[in-house]
């Protein structure tokens, strides 16, 4: 199959650090060669993979040795896929909402992955006014605020298999890994951890927008003499961090619309102590790959028994259910559905009387 | 003619305050009606206007009471023009450049008018990129760093007669007007009017990115007992504030595209000693409506001998080649021009057989 994967500019492909999205569409076409699709990578010009790569600008926006207009390099970055749209066979969107009117008035199918929250109340609207574009959910909390928009499935993260190795022996400690940010209740870990005396090392950044945040709630927590602050960790640091870790605490308070590192910990064999928010009960199998929890007190009794999980349960669970491969597959299939559905294009300027006629034809065919 | 105009959305169409863009398309679009075109306005929900107003959002995006995501809403704006597209002869953009892709594949005509300044890098790729589409520079200077665009033509802004009232018999003070900031120089009227021993008074914001520049730079020199600094001054004010000047004085130091400021001072009859750069000597006619000159000394003795400018004849030179009527016409004569030659979009999406056809067809005729 003739895909088209359509990753963001503002990281490369794989990010360098952070950069959620970039990584899942680096897994997703990784994964989608090795399975002998024939796929065009759509990124900035640092990318690395084994698709062919299709590059407007050298460098990813956010590192960019100059400062660049990123509306004119996503502009530009359309362009390109529009003009070789009829060369693909399905054409996968990473990039927000700016391709919505080009993309309904291409014939060639398509869709796009959400990757973020979707209860901001702009959503609506849009969404509203492009009912036809076909869209995935990365669970299926996240689709809750937008119930009406055109949900071609829901596809859970995956990550490479070996990505993360298998550790079957715990040290004695609890791990937090994330962003130090309010929805993110690095305090909450803290009470866990000191609940159950046990240490809690912190791998996290702090964004410029939740420094004052840091430094009032959270810095003065750090003094415990249980908590170890080690700053932000790298992929390669993540796989002892973590994997060695008796448990991975994730006492979110906000709707995550995945959480990549619960299935990173699933995937060293660790078990995971999670509120009960967005795709939390999707991801973590409670009682089996960890605990799902509503409150403290749940949370501190979670962690307190999360030696009875079995770690080698949660790594088959990984293997089964959140591998790149088993991400890939899921995503042909769907792919297939939308070629055989057929995309009708939205009638597009002084051609109205063309695309009407091709459109009314293409609207007679099962929708 | 049935015209299109699409507005930015961050400010209303007029805007409340600031926003040049936002100001001129205003007098356009009125102008236009006025001229008895069918004209449409693609603007925030709050813009005044005698045309048929399209709005997407209730209001502009700036002021909005709440948080809003500017991408969705010119994603949103951009659907609802292409969607209507055959309904107009010419369609007329004010939009920075996101409506490329779309508009490059639109048989409808239409062109883009930037505001902005052109000298920076992403620019150049950008319109290499698109080389066909049909681009309005507000000053020749402006289009200097895109040489190779594809300039449809210079058209001046224009401002509507009775927005100002002729001064015939000035105060004695010269008048600075616009943004506090270093590109502007008000450090140099400053020192021109101090050399000149003759009032300033300072009619201008300053932005947040300005802040520090003018605490350390400026505000010092607000000190001197000649200098009068009064905030920011809304279009009323502005009347009387320029009107009743000896001068505007205009020291910028940076290629300023147009510079509304000094048509609103030609329109009261008040001369401009303006610097050489950007757009001024094509606004300025030197010992006509004002001096250009090069440096501090120059600018001194402009000052002095301001009053040798025949205030009468600023308000025709403004009349004749800066009214709004003016500006109107001049587009409409490009629309004409446009709509003659016809416009052949770019091959699209799995349509490229039928299009490549039509565009070929097209190329054809005289281009």
Known sequence: MR?????PLIES?????????????????????AQGHDVTL?????SVTTADLVSVIDRALRL??????????HTLQLEEVFERAASFDIIHFHVDVAHYPLASRCKTPHLTTLHGRLDLPDLMPLHARFPREPLVSISDAQRVPLPDANWAGTVHHGLPLDLYQFHPDPQDYFAFVGRISPEKRVDRAIEIAIACNTRLRIGAKVDPADQVYFEQHIRPLFGHPLVTYEGEIDDRQKNDFIGNARALLFPIDWPEPFGLVA???????VPVVAYRHGAVPEIVSHAQTGYVVSNQQQAIDAARRVDRIDRRRCRRHFERRFSSATMAATYVELYRRLIGTGTAPAPFCAESSLHSQSASTQEEEPA
């Open 13 to 33: 492909v794989p990010p360098v650090r952070y950069g959620g999205t970039e990584r899942v569409v680096s897994y997703l076409t990784e994964a989608l060669v």
């Open 64 to 73: 960019h040795p100059r400062r660049v207009d990123a509306q004119v390099w």
């Open 263 to 269: 299935i990173e910990a699933m995937a060293c064999g």
């Open 3 to 7: 895909i088209a994967q359509v990753a």
């Open 42 to 46: 759509f990124a900035s010009g640092d």
